[in-house]
């Protein structure tokens, strides 16, 4: 029997032969516009006349300075290292333009050039070695340029170290991407200017402090306001931007019993060597350390370690000697064994003779100095955070755990060849600026070594011999001053900039280690 013929619904969909008009109607061309009412809008490339109604394009750069933040905004994202020693490069020049007029001498006389080119680097670098004496040599004129150097080298210093770290942290994954914006709040760091203006804040900040505490005690000293507002600011300025300057006559050797002098640059240094990123986030989460992040925990408890750690090795070394700490009161001993054990990774400022300190002293403050202080921070080094990383990796593998772990969270592989890179090149750069002093001075290798490891860390310590090393020699400390101030933050952004995927791996076979 022959199906019946199903009922036709309405949700069927009707059949050509039933309805050809829905499948054969011509499609209806689009009316022309008419040419009298067509009307072109201006090319956002062409400026607007004077009393136009129209403007030109928001994207488009329209001014020198929207191109000048155009430029820098693209150098930041795609070449941040060459950005980084561009701008380092010509503020030096301009503060060794400025320190070679006549008037900024005292004796208003014509400056040697690597005496004012040394000057010009140790302040933009904010290290503090010197082959003149500030205090004496220079005008005031001079030594406003000095502090200028420090203040635009150490903001210098903190904006280009974070831009580095945003160009890195661009090429994350975005799911490292996200976590680290969860955790830092830092979706506003992109933006150069925001950038720029809170690491400004920041800073002036904290030399008004340091100014305001500094400014009672000169006056008490017999200085006048006005020379007392002066060395106020200027060491307000050495002291956060852990420079080492001191415009004082006789430096801060006749203060070796002050508290009221070296508490508050323990303080200031402690304060500019940790970094811009802990400083605003423990400004943000202050009331919750449990919430910091991995970096700050790790910076602070690092930090705080080795300076303690430096303190009670300069006690214990140099309490008998006569020459150093021997000549003092204990409580005097206390404060500048703390005073060497936290400005020996940073600053540079001491009250005692650090020539003649004994030869372990010596190398003890060698590794604080070669480590140094914080990330994007005003401090040199190899960075807290580095060396942190390298025990931590120590560690781990002396445990035989698979992953390194710290503070609930783990840390990748990467960080650490990362880590494992900018070492040895510091180490490298030291030791090769060490064979060449060896081979251009008569000094022994405890000096040389003390002299080499403070000018790449930027700290500023010396035993007395950079004002008589030759010319040559004094070259060679003006490059590993650059090379120590911005050769760190530029070669791991390099390095993390250029990490790649590849496709094809080789076989893997284990060397044998030890």
């Known amino acids: 029997m022959p199906p019946r013929p199903r009922a036709s619904s309405s949700t069927d969909p009707p059949h050509p032969s039933a309805h050809p008009q829905l499948f054969l109607k011509p499609r209806r061309k689009p009316a022309l516009p008419n040419p009298d009412e067509i009307t072109t809008p201006p090319s956002p490339v062409v400026k607007p006349a004077p009393g136009s109604s129209h403007t030109p394009h928001p994207q488009i750069p329209t001014t020198p300075w929207m191109r000048v933040r155009i430029w820098l905004s693209r150098q930041a994202r795609y070449a941040p290292s060459r950005l980084a020693l561009g701008t380092f490069a010509l503020i030096i020049a301009i503060i060794t333009a400025l320190l070679s007029l006549p008037f900024a001498s005292a004796s208003d006389r014509e400056v040697p ?74 979706e506003s760091m992109g933006q150069i200017s925001t950038l720029l203006k809170a690491v400004i804040f920041t800073s002036l900040t904290m030399q008004l402090l340091l100014t ?151 190398f003890i403050q060698d590794i604080l100095m070669m480590i140094g202080g914080g990330s994007a921070s005003t401090a040199g080094g190899v960075k807290v955070t580095t060396f942190a990383i390298l025990v931590l990796a120590v560690v781990a593998e002396a445990r035989g755990d698979r992953d390194i772990e710290t503070y609930g969270r783990r840390i990748p592989a990467s960080a650490v060849r990362l880590a494992v890179a900018v070492s040895l090149m510091g180490l490298a750069m030291v030791t090769a600026s060490v064979v060449l002093l060896l081979s251009l001075t008569p000094y022994s290798l405890d000096t040389i070594l003390f002299e080499t490891v403070s000018a790449f860390a930027t700290v500023g310590l010396s035993t007395g011999v950079t004002p008589d090393l030759p010319t040559a020699a004094k070259y060679v400390l003006i490059v590993l001053m650059f090379a120590g101030r911005t050769g760190s933050m530029t070669v791991a952004a390099a390095l993390a900039l250029r990490e790649r995927s590849r496709v094809i791996r080789m076989p893997k076979e284990q060397p044998i280690i030890g």
């Not at 303080?267 to 989460?285: C, E, N, S, Y």
Request: with cysteine; charged share 10%; aromatic share 12%.
């Open 113 to 186: 050039f690597v005496d004012t080119f040394f000057t010009a680097v140790s302040a933009v670098c904010v290290t503090g070695l010197t082959t003149v004496d500030t205090a004496t040599y220079w005008s005031v004129f001079g030594q406003a340029v000095i502090a200028l150097g420090i203040v635009v080298g150490g903001l210098g210093v903190m904006t280009l170290a974070s831009i580095l770290g945003f160009a890195v942290s661009r090429h994350l994954g975005l799911t490292q991407r996200m976590l680290a914006t969860q955790e830092t709040k830092t």
């Open 212 to 362: 305001a505490v500094f400014f009672p005690r000169f006056l008490t000293m017999g200085a006048t306001p006005g020379t007392a507002t002066w060395e106020s600011v200027f060491m307000a300025i050495s002291v956060f931007n852990n420079a080492g300057f001191v415009i004082l006559p006789n430096g801060l050797a006749p203060h070796a019993s002050d508290w009221w002098m070296l508490v508050p640059i323990i303080l200031g240094t402690f304060v500019g060597a940790i970094g811009f990123p802990v400083i605003m986030d423990i400004a943000k989460r202050w009331r919750t350390p449990r919430k910091w992040t991995l970096h700050t925990k790790l910076t602070l408890s690092t930090y705080l370690i080795l300076a303690f750690a430096g303190t009670l090795f300069m006690a214990l070394i140099e309490w008998h000697n006569p020459s150093t700490l021997g000549s003092i009161d204990s409580s005097s001993k206390i404060l500048n064994s703390l005073l060497a054990g936290f400005n020996a990774r940073s600053s540079g400022l001491s009250a005692i003779d650090v020539g003649s300190l004994h030869p372990q002293s010596h």
